[in-house]
């Protein structure tokens, strides 16, 4: 069941529907905004715009990383499988 949840994120606050516990909520809350203040803190201009484009894309790419890593996971789990299924025959 979702519940709502008050999150503040680049200082405006938003009220939020999640189905995860409230810490969950608040990890995520934190994640983002220590995102958002490494980026805003390495730009020399503070646009709100830029530094939400910016975490968007790094978070983007680390989230794919780590798809690619697992799906190398799988398919070398799925490998060694075949290979250990050959050496039986």
């Known amino acids: 069941m979702k519940a709502s949840h008050a999150v503040t994120v680049f ?4 009220s939020v ?3 995860a516990p409230e810490a969950k909520v608040k990890a995520v ?11 805003g803190s390495a730009l020399k201009n503070g646009d709100a715009q830029l530094v939400l ?3 968007l894309l790094n ?3 680390e989230l794919l ?7 190398d996971a ?3 789990s799925r490998i ?3 290979i250990a299924a050959l050496e039986t025959v």
């Open 65 to 71: 990383e780590l798809r690619s890593r697992e799906q």
């Open 80 to 82: 060694s499988a075949i």
């Open 17 to 19: 529907r999640s189905s």
């Open 53 to 55: 484009t910016l975490a």
């Open 11 to 14: 200082g405006r606050e938003l």
């Open 74 to 76: 799988t398919a070398d």
């Open 59 to 61: 978070t983007s790419e």
């Open 29 to 39: 809350e934190a994640f983002v905004n220590s995102k958002l203040q490494e980026i």
